[in-house]
């Protein structure tokens, strides 16, 4: 598990003015909360943070936090938000907690290999979830979970209960797919007789159709006059 140091300040205020002024002066406005203790704003100095979470090998990561004078403690980087068009960091969420406590979290899962299906079958590999919840101790929350899935021919899969992992409970649905092989994809090619060649043969008897009524048409004519 990887743990960062980050030094904080209590913030005061609200509100989009206040966090909107705290941006342009450098920094980035974040929230610590978590076992039952009030929620705590803060103001974060945006080289600083930008220095942790570039050292950081993912999101899930345990960080000493000091906040102002304070001693440090272990918090959970629990969310980061960025400017939907910038992508730079406009909000960090920090929650706290107890060592000797499992918490939930949500983990990133990584495929590893090439699938036989697919390497030599020609068929397409379905990613199907990506994260994996799990439950352990928050020093032992992993970077992410690996799924080798070189082994898999086509309509084969793994499941979540497929999974066994040290230390690390998974309490996601059991049942549910991460990754499968399916078949590749046939496209059906025109039988004899159909398509362009089907179409034109049913329009050159439509003709015919049409004379043989008109012929008995002028036939009924004549024998109403006799």
């Known amino acids: 598990m990887n743990e960062l140091h980050l030094d904080a300040e209590v913030r005061s205020g609200a509100g989009k003015s206040v966090t909107r002024k705290m941006r342009t002066a450098g920094n980035v406005p974040g929230i610590l909360y978590g076992l039952e203790d009030k929620p705590v704003m803060l103001g974060i100095n945006s080289r600083t943070l930008h220095k942790m979470l570039h050292s950081a090998s993912s999101e899930n990561v345990l960080v000493d936090l000091a ?3 304070s001693n ?3 918090v959970l980087l629990k969310d980061v938000q960025h400017h939907p068009v910038t992508n730079k960091v406009v909000h ?8 000797t406590k499992k918490i939930i979290i949500a983990v990133p899962v990584h495929l ?5 299906g697919v390497r030599s079958g020609g068929g397409v590999q379905e990613f199907i979830m990506r994260e994996l919840e799990v439950s352990c ?3 032992d929350i992993p970077t992410h979970i690996e799924v080798d899935v070189s082994k898999l021919g086509i309509g084969d899969a793994v499941h ?5 992992l040290d230390k690390i409970e998974i309490v996601s649905d059991p049942h549910r797919t991460i990754v499968s092989v399916q078949p590749p994809t046939v496209t059906k090619l025109p039988e004899a007789g159909e398509g362009v060649e089907g179409a034109e043969a049913e329009e050159a008897k439509e ?6 009524k008109k012929a008995e048409e002028r036939q009924k004519e004549k024998d109403d006059k006799k």
């Not at 960090?92 to 060592?99: A, H, S």
């Not at 590893?112 to 036989?116: F, P, S, T």
């Not at 003709?207 to 043989?212: G, M, Q």
């Open 67 to 69: 906040i102002g004078k």
């Open 72 to 74: 440090a403690v272990k």
């Open 92 to 99: 960090v969420d920090f929650q706290r907690v107890d060592l």
């Open 112 to 116: 590893i290999g090439v699938a036989d």
């Open 137 to 139: 101790l928050p020093t």
């Open 160 to 164: 979540v209960s497929d999974l066994q």
């Open 207 to 212: 003709p015919e159709v049409i004379a043989e």
